[in-house]
């Protein structure tokens, strides 16, 4: 069935559930035997909101997805708009994702090209890791440590900021990471777990 029609079933149930309701309530002062059959219609109602509202952010999701990239198990869209990692990180909760952090080299090329093609082949994007909490410990939004890392580690032997370099960016050249003062002004790229 399409989300629009799922939607509009849910809502005429929620109509006529609510049209209950107010019947039984009204037979529930004549009769307190109505009081197990008005619960039952309440959790009813209950278990339908939250289908309506996980089908509003599958299909939220999907805009996204469209105006950006998939790759296995997630979309990327990017913000040319520079600002600092906290403000970025919050823009991408604010869109219901976090800051992009690639979890494979396949996945870091296609951040890469993709934010090539979307911010520009001249900037920098934040990526969503951080070493806030313990100098050189590097962890995800989720405070986990990080499954994959890239480093530039040739030429300038990265992560080599210490305190002062906190968080971190995927450079516009090479796809290659680097440490930077989290109060940069950046593009960045969120990202959004699809199923």
């Not at 219609?41 to 309506?52: F, R, S, Y």
């Not at 997805?65 to 998939?70: A, D, R, Y």
Request: glycine fraction near 8%; include cysteine; proline fraction near 2%.
């Amino acid at each position: 069935m399409h989300p629009r029609n799922v939607r509009l079933f849910i809502i005429g149930l929620l109509c006529i559930t609510h049209s209950s309701l107010q019947q039984s309530s009204n037979k529930k002062k004549k009769d307190g035997s109505n009081s197990v059959a008005i619960e039952e219609l309440k959790k009813q109602v209950d278990n339908i909101v939250i289908e309506l509202n996980l089908l509003k952010e599958q299909q939220a999701l999907q805009t996204v997805c469209l105006k950006g990239i998939k790759v296995p198990g997630k979309c990327f869209l990017s913000d040319a708009t520079k600002k600092n990692f906290h403000a970025a990180n919050e823009a991408c909760m604010a869109k219901g994702g976090v800051l992009s952090t690639p979890l494979s080299g396949a996945e870091n090329d296609k951040l890469h090209e993709y934010a090539r093609q979307t911010v520009g082949a001249e900037e920098h994007i934040w990526l969503g890791i951080n070493d806030m909490v313990t100098e050189g410990i590097w962890l995800d939004q989720g405070g986990n440590a990080l499954r994959f890392k890239n480093w530039e580690t040739e030429i300038t032997h990265q992560p080599d900021g210490g305190r002062s370099h906190n968080c971190a960016t995927l450079s516009h050249t090479t796809g290659r990471w680097f440490d930077e003062s989290c109060r940069a002004e950046r593009a960045f790229v969120c990202e959004f777990n699809i199923v």
